[in-house]
Structure formats: C-alpha cells, structure tokens
C-alpha cells in the first residue's frame, strides 16, 4: 500500500513538473531535508527536493484516505498533511458540508464517514460508525431529518433511527410495540432497544422506560415495584430526577428506601461539592423549611449559604437574595431598600439576569422599585444593543402594541427589526420573514418578499433560512407555495444542478427512499451520494 502510494506521489510530483517552469529537476540530489523514507521492505526512498506549495499541490490531489497513509511515511509529509491550506482546498474537492474556517483532517474524516453511511444499509454497521466516530455532532443536514421522516415508512424509520435520529427512534419503538407500518409487534425488540440507548445514558429512553413501567407502554409491563429498582439503577448513574426522588426516599422511607436523613444530606452535600445546582436549590430550601430534604430549618444559615453563593455570582441564589430582602424570606429582614442596592451593584457589573430583572421590576413596581415603564424602556435598550434575545422581543413587542414602557409606533418596530436583520440576527431575521409572510410585526402581508428574502440568506449558507425553505415547500410555509409530488421533483433537481448542497441532500435522500417526487432507485442513490460526496 505504501509503495503504491509513494509511486502515485512521484508520478504525479514528474506530471507537475514537466506542465509548469519550476526550474527544479523531479529529484534534486543536494537534500535540504536529508530525511529518509523507510518501507516495512528495507526499500530506502529519498527525499525529493520541491517546495511546500507544489508538495501541498501533490496532497491536495490525493484522496483522504490516501492523505493519512502519506502522513504516516516521514515527518515533513506529516507536517504537510496537518497544513491548513492543504484542508482548505481538500473541502472543495470533497464537498465539504462545513465552512472554511472549519476546514481541518478531523473535519474532512467526518465528512467522508458521512458519505460512507450514507451508502450502507446494514443497520448495526450505521449505528456503530455514526456511534464511534460522533458523526451525529455538528451535522450539516440533521435541521432536514425530521421534516423528512414518514412515520410509515420501514426503511426511513430504520436507517435514521440506526444513524442516531431521536424522532425516528421513537417511532420505531412505537411501531415495534403495537405491529403498525411494517413492523411486526415484537415487544421484546422493542425493549432491547430502549435499554440499549438507556445504557448509553439517553435520556429520551430513561424517559420512555419511566413511563413504560409506570403505566405499562413502549413493550414494558406495568410494575410498580419495577419503578423503584429502575430508579436505584438510574440514581446510581447519576440521574438527576432518580437522584431527587432518593434524597425523599431516604428522608421519608419511601420508593423502597429505608429512613435515613443523614444519607440525604450526605449524597446532596457532595452534590453540592461538584456544583450541582439542584442540589444547592435543595439546601436552600432545606434551610428555610420547605420541604426538607433532610436538613434542619435553620433561617440565619439560608441567608449565609444564600449569601456567599451569590457573592460568587451563583444565578438561582442572587434571586432568592433579591426576594428575601423585598419580601422578607429566607431568613432575611424585610429591606426593599437594600434589594434595590443589591440589584443596582449587578447592574453596574452589566449582570444580564439582573437587568431583565431590572426591567420587570420597573414595569411593575417590585423589589422596592417605583412603577416607572419608561425607565423600564431605557434600561432594555441598553440588552437590546447588546443583542439580548428577550430585550430584543421586548423592545419589538412594545413598539407593535404601545407596552413596556415604549409607545406604539409600528414603523418604529419595522425600523428596529430591519436594522438587526442588517446585523445577522437571527431573531429579527425569522420576525420580518414572519412579519411579510402573514402581514404581522408592523409587516404589510406581501409573500413574495419574504420568499426572496429567505432565498438570498439560504444562497448564503444560513442553515435556518434552509430549513425554513425545505419546511415551506414541503408544507406551505413562511410564503412558500406547498409543492405537488411533481412539481417538488423539478424544482429539487433543478435546485441540485445550480450546486445547492441541501438540494442535492434532498435529492439523494429522493432516491434512497422514494420520496419528494423520486422513484426509489438504491443504485442510483449511491451512485449520485458516492460522485457528490453526499453525507447521510
């Protein structure tokens, strides 16, 4: 293999040579490098004396896989297989689903697994790839799975749920245990597989199991005493709802525990050791005497736990620490002043939480503010600026209806929306699609625009615009016409041919399945996926 390989390099390093004025000869006997190339055969290569550029040329026309057998015969093509610049070029010769700046060996391998799975039927090889190799993070169409899945279609359910799709599995477990859409009734399938994915820590199958012995669903007979040995299991493992219910176990000898107060507070404490923040909720509450959870109440040791937890900027004890001092709770004296002093000294930190708390506060006259909406307004534009999510809303929200402090003024809301969008927020961007395909927002109804406005972005890459694009064709949505079976076809090949990669994603999934308009076609598919590089 690699004497195949290295013949390969130096045929195609002579082909180069001969094309273009290098004024190198293709071996050049006065080595800078001096390294040697030695095969499991004793047979002793010389380094050719080129420059990195034309080396990088010779790398950039060898497969991937070809790339990491060169990395492996001497450092310096180690070191040109790990350059930047070689990757960079390499993703445009693959079809690489992932931005430039992403362009890396790893990236590229992933990539090419994709495709890989993309041509395999066999369900457990699917899963194990897309398993071992983490192929499901950072996939450039999972936004298409779940607008593609038929609930009636075997070989869908069965490929997307072997390549990790969480939709698909529950569909296939569904059908497994009642005999529908292909699928025989095999509860004992059914269950395999959920316990299977629950091994592997997924908490959608925790869940299904959950409810599965509880009320006798997903294959699992309904067993009471099954509830509390599932849940000891999955305490043991860390779960955190398994893990609450045996703190009250313990404290009140329940769901199989026997009493034990003090095993409580020691499996919460050393929760609390690595941060958990249920479990720090737990003892604040335990301090003030609401539900226990084995501690003593003890007012004067919330308000110190309370305290130092927000002193290090802890979210869920700075708001308890507001609503003790406004209303006089756990174990705070009643101050609104000092609250108002506590929320004005984050503020000034620029602490987001406690600005939107902020806001509602002057909205509503709380935690010793005076009702002042205007002020309230002021403050929100400080986050909106920012890009906050929520303060953007509000801020838009109010414009359009006269509240939270701003006065009605729809123009104003447009004003604003568009100049986010200007920005490349997100936000903004789904509000004015929105707004012209159903005339909300301040929008005057016009689909049209929105049509062609969600077209340049998905010209552009943006992966929402994509999906909102496939949804509104398959669906009827965002200003697109629903397309019939035919006409959706034509319009995903023609799509396709001008080089849209989700084009030709829809395409080979067309002729993979049967659907979109395709006849299924298994050779075609993996002939169109195997010349594109197309990954599942």
């Known amino acids: 293999m690699m004497l195949r ?28 490098h001096q390294n040697e190339l030695t095969e499991q055969n004793h047979t002793v290569f010389t380094d050719i004396e080129l420059p990195d550029e034309v080396m990088l040329q010779v790398f950039s026309m060898l497969s991937v896989k070809d790339i990491a057998h060169a990395s492996q015969v001497c450092k310096y093509w180690l070191m040109l297989s790990e350059d930047p610049a070689l990757w960079r070029v390499v993703r445009l010769h693959i079809h690489g689903d992932y931005p430039a700046s992403d362009a890396t060996r790893e990236q590229a391998k992933k990539h090419m697994l994709r495709v890989h799975v993309n041509t395999l039927s066999d369900l457990s090889t699917i899963a194990n790839l897309v398993e071992k190799y983490k192929l499901n993070e950072g996939h450039p169409f999972s936004m298409c799975q779940n607008l593609l899945i038929n609930h009636t279609s075997k070989k869908i359910i069965d490929e997307y749920a072997a390549q990790g799709n969480e939709l698909a599995i529950g569909w296939k477990i569904s059908n497994l245990t009642k005999g529908k859409y292909g699928y025989e009734r095999n509860t004992k399938h059914a269950i395999a597989l959920n316990d299977l994915l629950i091994e592997k820590g997924n908490q959608k199958a925790i869940d299904r199991k959950i409810q599965g012995v509880v009320n006798g669903w997903y294959g699992y007979e309904k067993n009471p005493q099954a509830v509390n040995t599932l849940y000891k299991y999955l305490a043991e493992r860390g779960h955190e709802e398994a893990t609450k219910r045996k703190i009250t176990g313990l404290i009140y000898g329940q769901h199989g525990y026997d009493r034990d107060c003090a095993a409580a507070v020691a499996i919460n404490e050393s929760l609390i050791e690595q941060g958990n923040q249920q479990a720090i909720g737990r003892k604040m509450q335990g301090f003030t005497g609401f539900n226990g959870y084995g501690y003593k109440k003890d007012l004067k040791a919330a308000a110190v736990f309370i305290d130092s937890l927000a002193g290090k900027g802890n979210e869920e004890a700075i708001r308890r620490k507001i609503d003790g001092l406004s209303n006089g709770w756990y174990g705070y004296e009643k101050n609104p002043q000092a609250a108002v002093i506590f929320i004005d000294s984050l503020v000034e930190q620029g602490h987001q939480e406690t600005i939107s708390l902020k806001i509602k506060a002057l909205l509503a006259g709380k935690y010793g503010y005076e009702k002042n909406p205007k002020a309230a307004a002021n403050l929100n534009d400080v986050l909106a600026q920012q890009g906050h999510k929520k303060a953007i809303t509000l801020k838009i929200t109010g414009h359009i209806f006269g509240r939270n402090g701003y006065e009605k003024g729809l123009e104003n809301a447009i004003i604003l929306i568009d100049s986010l ?13 929105e707004g012209l395909s159903n005339g909300w927002h301040g929008y005057k ?8 406005f969600n077209d340049h972005l998905a010209k552009q890459g943006n992966k929402e615009a994509i999906k909102r694009k496939i949804e509104g064709v398959l669906r009827g949505r965002y200003g697109y016409t629903r397309k019939k079976t035919i006409r959706l076809k034509t319009w995903i090949e023609a799509e396709a041919y001008q080089g849209e ?16 308009g395709f006849q299924q076609d298994h050779q075609a598919a993996i002939l169109y996926i195997q010349s594109n590089n197309i990954p599942y």
């Open 501 to 516: 990669r989700w084009a030709c994603y829809l395409k080979a999934q067309g002729l993979k399945y049967g659907i979109l």
């Open 5 to 32: 390989l290295i013949s390969m390099l130096l045929f195609i390093i002579v082909l180069l040579l001969s094309s273009c004025d290098t004024g190198l000869n293709p071996i050049d006997t006065n080595q800078k």
């Open 421 to 433: 969008v200007g920005k490349g927020n997100e936000e903004a961007i789904r509000l004015k699609i």
């Open 445 to 452: 109804k016009n689909p049209q625009a929105a049509i062609a």
